[in-house]
């Protein structure tokens, strides 16, 4: 089988670690020092329960609540890994409006998305419970993580799960019953 070609946006707020999660990924370090990002893709190489993927990801320019929402990230990408970080409510609040942003643009109602709550490793800093982001994340019918780019602590859950959300998500289109529960079988 050939490899399946996917491409995976990750939005969020400034320096919520959506390079240092890329990279720790892609090229398996962390990035201590920050430089805003504009906009950088990576491609890898990874296999999925015996599926070959070429993955491109797409590290966004972090956004605020005022941003004005990229309209080429809401074509022409599969899936989203939303991140906020554990010690910054603001980037909690941010995430909300730029789900909402891109719900509007995307104009679909079943949009593959996994919500990251990124630096786990600064426990003793952490502002938002691993409740609140649940809370969010279920409200959304999404998938919810806790991360740490820094520990490589769930790294590649984050990936490994929005994949496997892109594919419920192409079966469900394809009328296939993906999870058993739904589609229709024609025979
Ligand atoms: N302690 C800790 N620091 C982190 C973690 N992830 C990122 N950082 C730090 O947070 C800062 C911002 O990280 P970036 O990965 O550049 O954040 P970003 O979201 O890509 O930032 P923008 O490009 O501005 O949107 C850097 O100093 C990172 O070293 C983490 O898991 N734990």
Not at 96 to 117: A, E, S
Not at 139 to 155: G, I, R, T
């Amino acid at each position: 089988m050939p490899p399946k070609q996917r491409r995976i946006a990750i939005l969020g707020f400034r320096s919520v670690g959506k390079s240092s999660l890329t990279i720790q990924f892609v090229e398996g370090h962390f990035v201590d020092s920050y430089e805003p990002t504009i906009e950088n893709t990576f491609t890898k190489n990874t296999k999925l329960r015996g599926q070959e993927y070429q993955l491109t990801l797409v590290d966004t320019a972090g956004q605020d609540e005022y941003s004005i929402f990229p309209t080429q990230y809401s074509m022409d990408i599969h899936g989203y890994v939303l991140v906020y970080s554990i010690v910054d409510p603001r980037s909690l609040e941010v995430i909300q409006v730029i789900y909402d942003k891109l719900l509007d643009m995307t104009g679909k109602v079943n949009v593959p998305i996994v919500l990251v709550g990124n630096k786990r490793d600064l426990q003793g800093e952490r502002k938002i419970s691993q409740e609140q982001g649940k809370k969010l994340a279920d409200s959304w019918k999404a998938v919810f993580l806790e991360a740490s780019a820094k520990n490589n602590d769930s790294v590649i859950d984050i990936f490994s799960t929005i994949l496997t959300q892109i594919e419920k998500a192409d079966n469900s289109n394809n009328g296939q019953a993906g999870d058993g529960k739904g589609g229709c079988v024609v025979t």
